[in-house]
């Protein structure tokens, strides 16, 4: 009975190894080598290839790295939590919202590591010598996005802000590009809001200094009149 089941069991493992066996079947004598095809260079591989391709289990996978047109920074995805997995597992979702929305994005990067420490003591009374320490720890990633429309971007931040998961905080940084020649126009808002025209800065000016002069000089000759009246007059005249 045992001598049988061990011939089963050797009979089994060669079908199995001649079954799965890759080894390459010889080409026949008369084929000729005329029609075998060349082979094509590899092609590189694109977003809407990618994403019109059946791929068993892309979401454990890592996500498609597009490539940078101009390298123009446009935004920064900071994530943090206490729990290491979960964070890991939410940075690896954001990968493939910013593959599927074609945003060339980075590979998450692992800052330091933030510690907090507490010490408590166990009691106010009998146990007052006896402390308890607490630890808590703050895990940190950032991905960082190029070359993307601030519309699109708009939309990554808002998908991540809907579908964020319990436990992991997110922020965003985003860069907005000014359009051509706004230094010039800012200026001329500037200066039409400060209205100085030529009749302020002449006319208007020259004649407030002789005004304030006019009205210096006459209080200066009106308290002279008085001091001079005060002299005048005797002390014991009523």
Not at 2 to 31: E, W, Y
Not at 87 to 96: E, K, N
Not at 191 to 200: A, I, K, N, T
Request: glycine share 6%; proline share 8%.
């Amino acid at each position: 009975m045992f001598a049988r089941s061990c011939r089963s069991a050797v009979f089994t493992v060669q079908r199995c190894l001649r079954f799965n066996s890759t080894t390459a079947i010889p080409p026949a004598a008369g084929a000729s080598s005329a029609n075998t095809p060349a082979p094509q260079p590899p092609q590189a591989l694109t977003e809407p290839a990618y994403a019109s391709s059946v791929v068993h289990g892309r979401g454990v996978r890592r996500p498609h790295q597009l490539p940078k047109t101009h390298g123009i920074p446009v935004a920064t995805l900071h994530f943090r939590s206490y729990h290491p997995k979960l964070l890991d597992f939410f940075v690896h979702f954001a990968g493939h919202a910013a593959s599927a929305l074609g945003i060339p994005a980075s590979r998450p990067v692992h800052l330091p590591t933030q510690r907090r420490l507490w010490t408590v003591i166990r009691g106010p009374f009998v146990h007052k010598k006896s402390q308890e320490n607490f630890e808590r720890r703050t895990h940190k990633r950032v991905i960082k996005a190029w070359d993307a429309h601030p519309d699109v971007v708009d939309m990554l931040v808002q998908y991540l802000e809907k579908h964020l998961a319990a436990g992991v905080g997110m922020r965003a940084v985003k860069w907005t590009r000014a359009p051509v020649g706004v230094g010039q126009t800012t200026l001329e808002a500037v200066m039409g809001g400060m209205r100085m025209d030529q009749q302020l800065r002449a006319e208007k000016v020259k004649a407030l200094g002789e005004q304030i002069v006019k009205e210096e000089l006459a209080a200066a000759a009106s308290a002279a009149k008085e001091g001079a009246l005060e002299k005048a007059t005797p002390v014991g005249s009523s």
